[in-house]
C-alpha cells in the first residue's frame, strides 16, 4: 500500500503556496496532505511560543493518526520540524524530501537572515500587504513567534546539521534549486554521501523549486519513492 505524503511549508508561506503544484500532480496516486501549518493560511491553530516545539506537536498529532508517511520539507521552517520528527519518531516517517535549505547555516548568519526578513516586513508595504492576504492579521504574532524562537533557541529548535542528515535513520532526498550556489553546493554534496542519503539539482530552479520547475521537482522525488 501506498503511503501518503506529507508536504510541510515553509516560513509564512501555506501549504498549497509552496506545493500547490505537487498536491496536483501526486493526487491520483496516492493521499496528499499540505497543512497550513500554526499560525500560517488556513489553519485553526494561532502560533505560540515555543513556536519550534509547538509545531512539532503539531505535526506529530497529525502523522500520529496516519502511520507512516512519505515528508517533503521546505526551507527553515518545515524542513528543521521534519528532520527533528524523522530523528524521534522514525516510526512515523518512511522518507524525507528536503529541499530549500543549506545545512549548517551558523547562528550569526540565520541571525542576519532573520534581520532582514524583519526589515523587509517593516520597509515593504506590499509584503505586509502579501501576508496579510495569506494569514489575515494574526500574521504578524505568528512572524513574531517565530523569529523570536529562532534567536533564542536556533541550534536547539531550527539549526540542521550534516551531522544530523547523515544519521537521520530514514532515506533522504536533497533537491535543491540552481540559482542559488550555497543550495546547489548542498545538493550536490548530499549525492555524494551514500547510503540512504541522495542529492538532486533541480537546474533553473529557485529557492523552491516546486514552485518554478514544478514537473521537474514532482519527478525528481517520485524517482526517489520508486527507487526506494
Given amino acids: 500500500m501506498t503511503a501518503p505524503a506529507v508536504l510541510l511549508h515553509g516560513f509564512m508561506e501555506t501549504g498549497r503556496g509552496h506545493f500547490g503544484a505537487q498536491v496536483d500532480a501526486w493526487r491520483d496516486e496516492r493521499d496528499v496532505l499540505a497543512p497550513d501549518l500554526p499560525g500560517h ?56 524530501v528536503l529541499t530549500g535549505l543549506v545545512p549548517d547555516v551558523p547562528a550569526d548568519v540565520f541571525a542576519r537572515w532573520l534581520g532582514s526578513f524583519v526589515t523587509l516586513a517593516e520597509q515593504r508595504p506590499d509584503v505586509a500587504e502579501a501576508y496579510q492576504r495569506l494569514h489575515g492579521p494574526r500574521w504578524r504574532a505568528t ?37 542559488k550556489s550555497g543550495e546547489r553546493d548542498a545538493a550536490l554534496r548530499a549525492a555524494g554521501w551514500g547510503g540512504t542519503v541522495r542529492g538532486v539539482v533541480i537546474e533553473h530552479g529557485g529557492h523552491i523549486p516546486g514552485q518554478d520547475r514544478p514537473a521537474e521537482f514532482s519527478a525528481a522525488v517520485r524517482d526517489f519513492w520508486d527507487r526506494m
Fill in 41 to 96: 493560511g488556513g489553519c485553526r491553530v494561532d502560533a505560540r511560543r515555543p513556536y519550534g516545539l509547538m509545531v512539532e506537536r503539531y505535526v506529530l498529532a497529525l502523522l500520529s493518526r496516519l502511520g507512516p508517511v512519505d515528508m517533503v520539507a521546505a526551507s527553515y521552517l518545515g524542513s528543521p520540524v521534519a528532520v527533528r520528527i524523522a530523528h524521534a519518531r522514525p516510526d512515523l516517517v518512511r522518507s524525507l
Fill in 143 to 179: 512572524f513574531d513567534a517565530f523569529v523570536d524562537d529562532a534567536r533564542e533557541c536556533y541550534v536547539e529548535r531550527f539549526q540542521i546539521t550534516e551531522t544530523m542528515l547523515r544519521s537521520l535513520p530514514v532515506p533522504l532526498l536533497i533537491a535543491n534549486g540552481s540559482a
